[in-house]
C-alpha cells in the first residue's frame, strides 16, 4: 500500500507590516505659496519661491510617454507664450508614478521637453509629488477627488496671492483651463477676493478623524494547516 506523502509544515514568519503612505505636509504650515520652501528644479538648482509673489501659478504634474504628453505639452507651452508677460508661471512636476511613464531622469527629462516641446517654463526635479507642498495644498482647498490618480491629474491654479483657487482633473478641457488663467492673470494683486473660489467639500456627516502621516498595519501569515481529511484517502497499490 503506498500513501500519498503528508503536506509539508506551514512556514511560519514574522509578521509582516504595511505602511500607508504619508500625507502631503500640512498646508496650515504655508499660508500661501510664496512661503513654501525652495524647491529643485530639473538642473538641480533650488527655486525660491518668493521670487514668485505676485505671479499667477500653474503647478501640475507631468510625464514624457503618456498618451496625452503631446497634448498637454502643446497646451502648456501655447498658455505659457500667451500668458507669461501677463504673470503667469508654470511649474512642470515630473513623477513617474503614475503607469511609469516617466522613466527618465533629470537629464533625459529636460533635453527631451526642450527638443521636442521647446519649453522654456520651469521644469522642476522629477520626484514624488505626494511630497510637495504645493499639491498638498492644492488637494486641501480641493479634496474631491481626494487624490492625484495619473499623469496630469493634478493640475492647480494659484492667485497673485499664492493661494489655490482653481483645480482641474483629466475630463476639463483646454478652453476651460485657458478661461481661468486668462481670469486670474487680468486680476491685479490684492484687488478684492479671487474670482474662483475652492470648492470645499461639503458634508453634514462627521469628519473623520485625521490620520497620523504614518499608519503600520500588522498582517499575520494566513494560517496554512489543512486537515488530514482535505488530503483525500488513501491509494493501494
Known amino acids: 500500500m503506498r500513501c500519498r506523502p503528508a503536506p509539508p509544515l506551514p512556514v511560519r514568519t514574522a509578521p509582516t507590516a504595511r505602511f500607508r503612505r504619508g500625507l502631503p505636509p500640512s498646508p496650515e504650515l504655508y499660508p500661501t505659496a510664496w512661503e513654501v520652501p525652495p524647491l529643485r528644479n530639473i538642473h538641480w538648482g533650488l527655486l525660491d519661491m518668493a521670487t514668485l509673489r505676485g505671479k499667477v501659478l500653474w503647478v501640475i504634474n507631468v510625464a514624457s510617454e503618456d498618451d496625452e504628453s503631446d497634448a498637454k505639452y502643446a497646451h502648456m507651452v501655447q498658455m505659457h507664450d500667451t500668458y507669461g508677460k501677463a504673470g503667469l508661471e508654470i511649474l512642470a512636476f515630473p513623477c513617474n508614478w503614475y503607469g511609469q ?24 526635479s522629477k520626484g514624488d509629488i505626494e511630497e510637495n507642498p504645493l499639491f498638498g495644498m492644492g488637494l486641501d482647498a480641493f479634496p474631491l477627488p481626494p487624490d492625484v490618480v495619473w499623469n496630469f491629474h493634478g493640475s492647480f491654479l494659484f492667485s497673485r496671492e499664492g493661494i489655490c483657487v482653481a483645480r482641474f482633473g483629466l475630463t476639463e478641457g483646454e478652453e476651460a483651463v485657458e478661461a481661468a488663467i486668462k481670469e486670474l492673470v487680468e486680476r491685479e494683486e490684492g484687488a478684492g477676493s479671487p474670482l474662483l ?5 461639503k458634508s453634514t456627516e462627521a469628519a473623520e478623524p485625521e490620520l497620523p502621516a504614518v499608519v503600520i498595519e500588522t498582517v499575520e501569515e494566513e494560517d496554512m494547516t489543512r486537515a488530514e481529511d482535505d488530503w483525500g484517502p488513501e491509494e493501494e497499490e
Request: aromatic fraction near 6%.
Open 197 to 201: 473660489t475652492p470648492k470645499k467639500a
Open 101 to 124: 511613464k516617466e522613466p527618465g531622469d533629470n537629464e533625459d527629462i529636460a533635453a527631451n521637453v526642450k527638443a521636442k516641446y521647446g519649453v522654456r517654463f520651469h521644469m522642476m
